[in-house]
C-alpha cells in the first residue's frame, strides 16, 4: 500500500520559514512527479509547486520567489521550502504523486496534509 506523509507544517510569523517533507512508503517517488497544493476554508484548493522525476521544477506564480522544492531519492522524500511567509500562506498543505489521467485530483496518491499557520 503507498501511503504520502507529509510533516513540518506549524504556527510561523509572518516573515519566516518552514520546510515541509513528504516521505513516501510502499512505492519510490524517484521516477514519479510530486506535487504540492494547498487548500484553506476560503479558498479551493491551489497548486503550489511540482517537482518531476528528472528534478525540473514548476512554481506557482503566487509563491514565486519564496518556495522551492527538492528531493532527496534516497530518503523518497520531497521537501517544499516556504520562505518569507504571509498570512495568505495560511493552508492545510498536501503531497500528491504520480500523475494520472483517471483520477480526479489528477495525482494517483494523496497524503493527508499538514497545517501551516502565518500570524500577523
Known amino acids: 500500500q503507498v501511503q504520502l506523509a507529509e510533516s513540518g507544517g506549524g504556527l510561523v510569523q509572518t516573515g519566516g520559514s518552514l520546510r515541509l517533507s513528504c516521505v513516501g512508503s510502499?512505492?519510490?517517488?524517484?521516477?514519479?512527479?510530486v506535487a504540492w497544493y494547498r487548500q484553506s476554508p476560503e479558498k479551493e484548493r491551489e497548486f503550489v509547486a511540482e517537482?518531476?522525476?528528472?528534478?525540473?521544477?514548476s512554481i506557482a506564480e503566487s509563491v514565486k520567489g519564496r518556495f522551492t522544492i527538492s528531493r532527496e531519492h534516497a530518503k523518497n522524500t520531497v521537501y517544499p521550502q516556504l520562505n518569507s511567509l504571509k498570512p495568505d500562506d495560511t493552508a492545510v498543505y498536501y503531497c500528491?504523486?504520480?500523475?494520472?489521467?483517471?483520477?480526479?485530483?489528477?495525482?494517483?496518491?494523496w497524503g493527508k496534509g499538514t497545517q501551516v499557520t502565518v500570524s500577523s
Open positions: 510502499g512505492r519510490t517517488l524517484s521516477d514519479v512527479s
Open positions: 517537482i518531476s522525476w528528472t528534478v525540473a521544477t
Open positions: 500528491a504523486a504520480e500523475r494520472s489521467v483517471s483520477s480526479t485530483r489528477g495525482y494517483r496518491y
